[in-house]
């Protein structure tokens, strides 16, 4: 009888460790398998949103070109030209995530990005209009004037943007969309992410 409650004492301790051994080797399998919260971890999953760190600025301007020439001063006659355009354009603004400046101290993950500049600025080339164009046989249009037009209403539409806050709001929008990417990944949901200029 005696024999009997030792084998069954021995039998239930052994399952037991069994059982505990089973139960820490799964929770050991289980934090294995996780990955290691690590800056090249967090700077991947932000480059995977790259396109959503992005402010489109959609505009319509109308400009004019006026050019005459002038000897010694005075305006040669018959040699006047311009013309007045109308079109569409769009200036992207956003942030090289390229440069992230990612640092993890214990629970807490410390992002610097750079501050935002633009990236593109396209005119599209289907919606201009070209309005009261005067030309002179003595000194005619050429392609390098709409060049030179088109090159200096660019630079004059991207310093109104900035004027009018382009690159503070695409700032703000990178933060925001960050903090917000991280804290739906649930590995770091423990963590408290802070993302500055």
Do not use: C
Not at 106 to 114: C, D
């Amino acid at each position: 009888m005696k024999k009997i409650k030792n084998f069954i004492s021995l039998t239930i301790i052994g399952l037991l460790l069994v059982g505990v051994s089973f139960f820490l080797g799964m929770n050991k399998m289980k934090s294995d398998l996780q990955p290691e919260i690590s800056s090249s971890l967090i700077s991947n999953k932000i480059l995977s949103a790259k396109e959503l760190i992005t402010i489109k600025y959609q505009y319509t301007n109308m400009g004019q070109f006026e050019n005459q020439s002038y000897f010694y001063g005075w305006k040669v006659p018959f040699t006047r030209k311009r013309f007045i355009v109308t079109y569409d354009g769009t200036i992207n603004a956003g942030v090289d995530l390229e440069n992230l400046d990612i640092k993890i101290d214990g629970k807490n993950i410390n992002i610097k990005v750079p501050k935002s500049k633009i990236l593109a600025h396209e005119i599209d080339e289907k919606s201009i209009k070209v309005f009261d164009e005067e030309n002179s046989i003595f000194n005619p249009i050429k392609i390098d004037d709409y060049k030179d037009f088109s090159k200096d209403q660019k630079e004059k539409m991207e310093k109104d943007a900035i004027k009018k806050g382009l690159l503070k709001e695409a700032d703000e929008k990178t933060k925001a969309t960050i903090e917000d990417l991280l804290n739906t990944y649930e590995l770091l949901k423990d963590f408290k992410i802070t993302v500055t200029n």
